[in-house]
């Protein structure tokens, strides 16, 4: 019977995404300062040597971690654009997206500040934020042109950076105005 046990422990495919997961866990809670190794292992409830196994150290744990966070939020912003058909529907879209916090749940909001914070200083990580900005610079230039779609971005995480914080955040209709006044063709 031991010998179940310590095969089942050895066979977890799943191990490695649990460790990313326990570390987002971890960020929240403490921050990417406060991460370590032996946190990130007891919120995933694996041996410590998993770290090394899985990680080739902090940075390429934090980093795998983060891009996932970036792909998270990327893919619903890109799923709300997709279905738009026309200019007008790509607006009702971003409407939606800062008016329904698709992207800016509290959780991805500070994974998101930590995320800026640890890129600023470790400028390989800053890859990740340039894939995520022109994934969303992408969805959205079907519908505007370049410079429109840089505004609709900032837009987009800057409203919802400020809403996390603000004590009355905006409603629907001045979000809307807002887009109108930015996407106005001249």
């Known amino acids: 019977m031991a010998s179940d046990q ?20 971890v960020i929240v809670a ?23 196994y899985h990680f080739a ?16 939020a990327s893919a619903a912003f890109v799923a709300r654009l997709s279905k738009a058909r026309n200019r007008q529907d790509a607006i009702e879209a971003i409407i939606d997206i800062i008016a329904g916090n698709i992207w800016s749940t509290p959780r991805t909001l500070l994974l998101s500040y930590e995320l800026y914070a640890f890129a600023a200083r470790k400028p390989e990580l800053a890859a990740v934020m340039r894939d995520w900005m022109q ?41 809307a105005d807002i887009v109108h006044r930015i996407c106005r063709q001249d």
Not at 6 to 25: C, G, H
Not at 57 to 72: E, K, W, Y
């Open 135 to 175: 994934a969303s610079r992408d969805a959205l230039g079907r519908f505007f042109d370049p410079l429109t779609c840089r505004a609709l971005d900032a837009l987009v995480e800057g409203m919802g950076i400020h809403d996390s914080v603000d004590h009355s955040p905006l409603g629907r209709g001045d979000i």
């Open 57 to 72: 150290g902090m940075d390429d744990l934090l980093h795998m971690a983060f891009r996932q966070v970036a792909q998270a």
């Open 6 to 25: 310590t095969s089942s422990r050895r066979f977890d495919p799943d191990r490695k995404q649990r460790i990313i997961d326990a570390a987002l866990d």
């Open 30 to 52: 403490h921050g990417v300062q406060g991460t370590t190794h032996r946190r990130v292992a007891m919120a995933a409830g694996v041996p410590l040597g998993s770290m090394s």
